[in-house]
């Protein structure tokens, strides 16, 4: 980040000795290195990039590359697709760090990701809670068990690396909208179960989410007759406490209904909220009745049974 800084001063000597018919010395030019406070106002503008797999990734078959830019960009929605190469986006709190986390899991139907609608306006909006936030570029598209993998690796690599981000390796939740939210439900589940091989010792560790936030979910209940998806069905009291939301016109919004029923069967911590209208994918953008509403009842649910149940 330093270079930029460096060489716009350097120009910005040159252009200033011509205007002026002064002659340059080159040793005047000598790079000068920009004070911390302007290297962390930079640092802290943009989240950075952190790829979870060092080497061969498990199933892929494409090479390693950037995700490119969906056809379908309509909504003033930022849509990626063609992962190849899973990366978390770290974005840093700016004030106070609480020392909890979350991975956010955009949506986009297993197809493409909505990485500002449900991903980096998402994360910022945790920031200001005090929240250091992940959005996950995870696999697509079409490639289910691969997300999961993602999620899971992303869990481990979070928690390892917990001293850099200065949070608590206990204390990382997951959100997730829509088919991120499936991947979150399904983390609930299979939070002990092996879905790859293990690639180094970040893999020993557990990828149990503290906590979990089912946004507007799809197929949750994806099982016959629309019951529960059978890998939903390992659901008990040690299951994280789960956060889930949905409009009652949504197309999806059975799902919520029957996965928030299993969870209270379960007798896991549960809190449901059904509200009647505001349709599918919305993020949390003003306009829409269901978007206003989540993020007043998800941050009144983290103050009673996330933060206040800090050890």
């Not at 956010?104 to 936030?133: H, Q, R």
């Not at 560790?205 to 099982?223: E, H, Q, R, T, W």
Request: glycine share 8%.
């Amino acid at each position: 980040m330093k270079y930029p800084l460096i060489l716009s001063a350097m120009l910005l000597q040159v252009l200033a000795a011509c205007a002026q018919n002064k002659i340059i010395n080159p040793n005047d030019l000598k790079p000068k290195r920009p004070s911390e406070s302007i290297v962390a106002a930079i640092i802290n503008s943009e989240p950075t990039k952190t790829y979870l797999w060092p080497g061969a990734i498990p199933g892929e078959t494409e090479a390693k590359h950037e995700p490119v830019l969906a056809a379908n960009q309509s909504g003033n929605v930022r849509r990626t697709t063609n992962v190849t190469n899973p990366a978390i986006l770290v974005f840093a709190p700016k004030a106070a760090n609480n020392g909890y986390s979350v991975v956010v899991c955009p949506g986009g139907g297993y197809e493409t990701l909505a990485t500002d609608k449900e991903g980096s306006e998402i994360a910022k909006w945790f920031n200001k809670m005090g929240y250091t936030a992940f959005v996950l570029e995870y696999r697509t598209p079409n490639k289910r068990l691969g997300a999961l993998q993602d999620l899971q690796r992303a869990m481990r690599v979070i928690k390892s690396d917990a001293a850099r981000y200065k949070i608590d390796p206990e204390k990382v939740g997951v959100i997730g909208f829509s088919a991120g939210a499936d991947m979150a439900a399904k983390l609930n589940s299979e939070y002990d179960v092996a879905t790859y091989p293990a690639v180094d010792d970040k893999d020993k560790l557990s990828c149990k989410a503290a906590f979990s936030m089912i946004i507007y979910p799809g197929y949750l209940n994806d099982g016959p007759n629309k019951t529960l998806t059978p890998e939903l069905a390992k659901l008990d009291a040690n299951t994280s406490p789960t956060f889930v939301f949905q409009a009652a016109d949504d197309g999806s919004g059975g799902s919520s209904v029957t996965y928030a029923a299993a969870l209270q069967k379960a007798k896991v911590s549960v809190e449901f909220h059904l509200v009647p209208k505001g349709g599918h994918g919305y993020g949390m953008r003003a306009g829409n009745p269901a978007a206003e509403a989540w993020p007043v009842y998800a941050e009144a649910w983290l103050k009673t049974n996330v933060l206040s149940k800090a050890k």
